[in-house]
């Protein structure tokens, strides 16, 4: 069933991609739609698991992707989006304090923190630049799309729910394009279950190449309906960040490095941002900066420049990053499950690359593109609703490649 529908994608893909999007309306473009599929690395499509991908990708634009730094899921969804690095768009981790919003701790599942505006609005995501511009969005399950973010609500959104399957999710965006009130030209889709089985078994795991093909079925359901409507969409797959295999022998135990009660930390793993007690900073400094062998530390004043990160108010006063594949923990710490795999490592590593794909009328047929900044695509959201994109970090260059003449 998959290879007729890709042969028939594929037909469809090729009439089309001659026919400039640029000079059209915004109403009458293609509906844009952008798929994270959490996690996945670019060599996934190599391990012959996800036919419909590998049909998309032949018959479109396939890459590879360095994430922005920390290679963490909420700042990099976050980029995506806005075309901002983390220390521009305020998401600086999982797990951030702010000193203008005392009191509170940012965190994925803190639905409360997660509607506050305060902690989204150094950016401005591409749902907010389309309604502005008159283009309704649908972002399913993206971070910051359940805040009104800059004083603008997507027309469509839905409350994060983990356990609702991935043909319902497919099935919430194709309802969304059979119209009713405020059709919207933007749309997206998550999925977080590669992701999952990477770390809780590693990326060379049976469990992730069991998963791949599920998730590949749900792109194949949501291509099926695009079909069955007669919509010829402009589709991006992308991943937040890539997995790196972990080891209980490559492990990096805090506590032997700072006495008890010398700092508190909110982010472990596969970084470290640590706050020392006040008067005992010295100490910290002293422990943290001195050389080790599989982690480095700075001050978040001397993260060094290629990071892009450091200068919001938001990144913690110590920052440590070990080699990839090492992890910071405690020797007291319990996993509530096995932990395989991590991300959050060095953008530059093979193992964080991110995968991108691109499908659609506006597209080259069989392009690959040379690995790019995931900021880069942005402005290229931006071009295929054909709205005016806010201030960034973006490359337009990164991706015209891609591009239909």
């Not at 309906?225 to 402009?234: I, K, Q, S, V, Y």
Request: aromatic letters at 8%.
């Amino acid at each position: 069933m998959f290879r007729i529908l890709l042969a028939v994608f594929t037909l469809a893909l090729a009439g089309c991609a001659t026919t400039p999007q640029t000079a059209k309306p915004a109403a009458a473009r293609p509906p844009v739609i952008l798929i994270s599929i959490d996690g996945f690395r670019p060599d996934y499509l190599d391990r012959g698991l996800t036919p419909v991908l590998g049909g998309l990708a032949a018959g479109g634009v396939r890459g590879a992707m360095r994430p922005s730094f920390p290679s963490k899921t909420f700042p990099n969804h976050y980029t995506l989006v806005t075309g901002l690095r983390p220390d521009r768009h305020g998401i600086v981790e999982n797990n951030i304090e702010d000193p203008a919003i005392p009191g509170v701790t940012f965190k994925m599942a803190d639905r409360q923190a997660v509607r506050d505006r305060r902690w989204w609005d150094q950016g401005e995501p591409i749902w907010v630049t389309a309604e502005r511009a008159g283009v309704a969005a649908a972002p399913m399950f993206w971070p910051g799309a359940e805040a009104e973010v800059r004083g603008v609500r997507p027309a469509h959104w839905l409350t994060y729910d983990e356990a609702m399957p991935m043909e319902e999710r497919v099935d919430w965006l194709l309802a969304r394009l059979d119209g009713g009130e405020r059709r919207p030209g933007f749309l997206t889709l998550y999925f977080h279950h590669i992701d999952t089985a990477g770390h809780d078994f590693g990326p060379d795991s049976p469990e992730v190449d069991a998963m791949l093909p599920r998730v590949d079925s749900a792109i194949g359901r949501l291509v099926a309906g695009l079909g069955a409507r007669g919509l010829d969409a402009n589709i991006l797959i992308v991943a937040d960040h890539g997995m790196a295999p972990l080891s209980d022998a490559r492990r990096i135990f805090l506590d032997d490095l700072l006495p008890a009660g010398a700092y508190r930390y909110l982010g472990a793993g596969a970084i470290l941002t640590l706050y020392p007690t006040p008067g005992r900073e010295g100490e910290v400094a002293a422990a943290l900066l001195r050389p080790h062998p599989h982690m480095q530390c700075w001050r978040k004043a001397d993260i060094p420049a290629r990071f892009h990160y450091g200068r919001n108010p938001r990144v913690a006063p110590f920052f440590c990053l070990p080699k990839t594949g090492w992890v910071v923990t405690t020797r007291g710490y319990k996993p509530r499950k096995p932990e395989r795999g991590a991300h959050g490592y060095d953008p530059a590593s093979p193992e964080m690359a991110a995968v991108f794909i691109a499908s659609g009328p506006a597209f080259r047929k069989g392009a690959v593109l040379p690995a790019f900044d995931n900021v880069s695509v942005y402005p290229l959201l931006a071009r295929l609703l054909g709205v005016k994109p806010a201030a960034n970090d973006g490359r337009s260059a990164d991706t015209e490649a891609a591009l239909a003449r």
